[in-house]
């Protein structure tokens, strides 16, 4: 089993949709959370940071369920622009700022 | 600020030959961190550094060696490349938190292809 898994997608929309992504862990001791952004041929990025009580910044919803070893992500509102491939990576602190990534889940939005 | 920049961004190689990756970053940070992204696969984690002169295995570190001479620079050598090492390599850098998790910034990656 992956240590993080994610639905490899793509996911087609619509500019305006509301479109989810999950995730799953393997590891319960796992502390962090995050969604990072990665373009076509280009270097991951930092989205956000997914924090126990659920967090929102703009049109983007990040929420945990430990109990469930689950993450996921919301984008309200889809722009042409978000088309991107979107990874969800998760911290085991093990002496050091270790990062478990998913493969990624590709979103193509479409006019 | 250029943040992350890896050296080269393409590069051939036939089997058994060797090369150097270098990566620089103007931020300061402590931990510096090199990857492979593979078609399917999530980034996976070559070797790692907690700070200048130290170096360590990070998931798949066979055929691989690094070394952090200056705390800026991390250089990830393939001694005798073989076409498994084709792939796209992420350098990182974070700053350290302690018990906690730091945002990774990465460089633009360097695409090798080995023959």
């Known amino acids: 089993r992956k240590e993080v898994e994610q639905d490899p997608g793509p996911f087609n929309v619509p500019e305006g949709a509301t479109v989810a992504f999950n995730c799953t862990y393997s590891?319960?001791?796992?502390?962090?959370f995050f969604w990072y952004r990665q373009d076509c041929r280009k270097e991951p990025k930092l989205l956000m940071s997914v924090y126990s009580s659920g967090n929102e910044d703009g049109r983007f919803t990040a929420q945990l369920n430990r109990a469930s070893q689950y993450i996921s992500l919301l984008i309200r509102d889809s722009k042409l622009s978000d088309s991107a491939t979107y990874l969800c990576v998760v911290n085991e602190v093990r002496g050091y700022n270790k990062l478990i990534f998913g493969a990624g889940t590709r979103l193509a939005v479409h006019p | 600020n250029a943040g992350v920049t890896q050296t080269p961004k393409f590069r051939v190689l036939k089997t058994g030959q060797s090369m150097t990756l270098l990566c620089a970053q103007d931020m300061n940070h402590e931990y510096m961190y090199w990857y492979r992204q593979d078609p399917g696969m999530g980034l996976r984690l070559i070797h790692y550094?907690?700070?200048?002169?130290?170096?360590a295995k990070g998931e798949v570190p066979d055929g691989y060696n690094v070394s952090r001479l200056k705390k800026q620079n991390f250089l990830l050598g393939l001694e005798s490349a073989a076409p498994s090492q084709t792939s796209v390599y992420f350098c990182?850098?974070?700053?350290?938190?302690?018990?906690?998790?730091?945002?990774?910034?990465f460089g633009p990656g360097t695409r090798l292809t080995v023959l």
């Open positions: 590891n319960s001791a796992s502390q962090s």
């Open positions: 990182a850098s974070s700053r350290y938190l302690a018990g906690g998790a730091n945002e990774q910034f």
């Open positions: 550094s907690v700070g200048e002169g130290t170096t």
